[in-house]
């Protein structure tokens, strides 16, 4: 049910309504259960907030004041942006003076050179070696052997 | 004579740590009170006080004399509990009172109870009842009473901090408070 007086009952009890309001709320309250109520909750409510009074954590102005002074995310973030922005700029910086310095010198760059030639021919030796390794079967060793021993016999023969 | 909240700010941000100290006892009771209240979590609240004021002072150039000290400080406090609730923080349906063993079944209370509005909650036990029905509201509807008993601030200053019409804060507290009415038995009715 709403009378009309909710929202003044509510205003009344904080006092907030105006002085010339309040004795027409007044003489409503002993006329409306419905607000009376209202009144009789808020009441209990107040005295329960007024009876509890929790300890709060201890608190230091200085350690407060130096975690506000702590970077938060977004700081955080542009922070790690800007780091990143500069060790990219950092190694193009490198680059540019490397391959400079390369131009300079004719083509002395280590990739133009008989060094990384001679590596080349190290790596396709391993990875010669490592296909041996992987599809050389028994057969081949066997058909291998066998002509040895054929070459062995061959060359007995002519010494007798 | 005591400083104002004003003067008070004015200090610290001259260098002054007591002023900020000072601040920090004016307003930590209620404060801690309106928090723990409304997020029904010790750790939750011990949290959020801290979190209240480092926003507080990290915002402190925003602060202008004339703004109010303690509807600027029940603003941030606000949104750090609206931010607290939308993390999906750990929120218990049972009350801090329930928890505690003060509140005891509705049910019981009920029966042992005839109350006229003006001693309707007198009693320990009756008191128990009106906090487990407060403790049943929705989050917005706890915190127009919180607000408005702990900030003591008026219904148009927490309308301005919940960013709705004074009207919207009044009629939130009216329904709450048939919501507990009816909750607590027809003769509060």
Redesign the interface.
């Known amino acids: 049910m709403n009378c009309g007086y ?2 003044k009952v ?2 009344y009890f ?1 006092g ?1 309504l105006p002085e010339r309001e309040s004795g027409a709320v007044k003489s409503h309250l002993g006329a409306c ?2 607000c ?14 007024e009876s ?3 300890e ?2 201890r ?1 230091s ?2 350690g ?2 130096d ?2 002074r702590e970077p ?1 995310f977004w700081e955080t973030a542009l922070t790690g942006l800007r780091r990143a922005a500069a060790a990219g700029a950092f190694t193009a910086a490198f680059l540019l003076v490397f391959q400079l310095l390369g131009a300079h010198k004719g083509a002395q760059a280590v990739w133009g050179s008989d060094i990384d030639s001679n590596l080349d021919t190290i790596e396709y030796g391993i990875y010669s070696l490592e296909d041996d390794m992987l599809y050389s079967s028994s057969a081949d060793f066997e058909d291998k052997y066998n002509r040895l021993e054929t070459q062995k016999e061959e060359i007995a023969d002519k010494t007798t | 004579m005591s400083a104002s909240d004003a003067e008070l700010v004015k200090a610290f941000k001259e260098g002054d740590p007591g002023a900020l100290d000072e601040l920090i006892s004016r307003y930590k009771g209620p404060l801690y009170a309106y928090l723990l209240r409304l997020a029904r979590d010790r750790d939750a609240a011990d949290d959020l006080l801290q979190e209240v004021f480092v926003k507080v002072i990290k915002k402190l150039g925003a602060y202008g004399e004339e703004d109010k000290f303690s509807a600027w400080l029940y603003t941030v406090a606000h949104h750090a509990v609206m931010d607290h609730f939308r993390a999906g923080a750990r929120r218990r349906e049972d009350s801090l009172y329930a928890a505690d063993g003060d509140a005891r079944p509705l049910a019981d209370t009920l029966a042992s109870r005839e109350p006229s509005p003006e001693d309707a909650f007198a009693s320990a036990e009756s008191a128990g009842a009106l906090e487990a029905a407060f403790a049943r509201l929705s989050p917005e509807q706890r915190e127009v009473f919180l607000l408005r008993h702990y900030s003591e601030l008026s219904f148009r200053e927490i309308a301005d901090i919940l960013k709705v019409p004074i009207g919207t804060v009044l009629a939130r507290m009216s329904r709450a408070l048939a919501k507990m009415r009816q909750e607590l038995g027809e003769g509060m009715q």
């Open positions: 909710k929202e509510l205003l904080y907030e259960a419905s009376a109520g209202d009144l009789a909750v808020l009441k209990g409510l107040t005295a329960r907030f509890f009074s929790p709060a954590p608190l102005a200085r407060l004041a975690a506000a938060g």
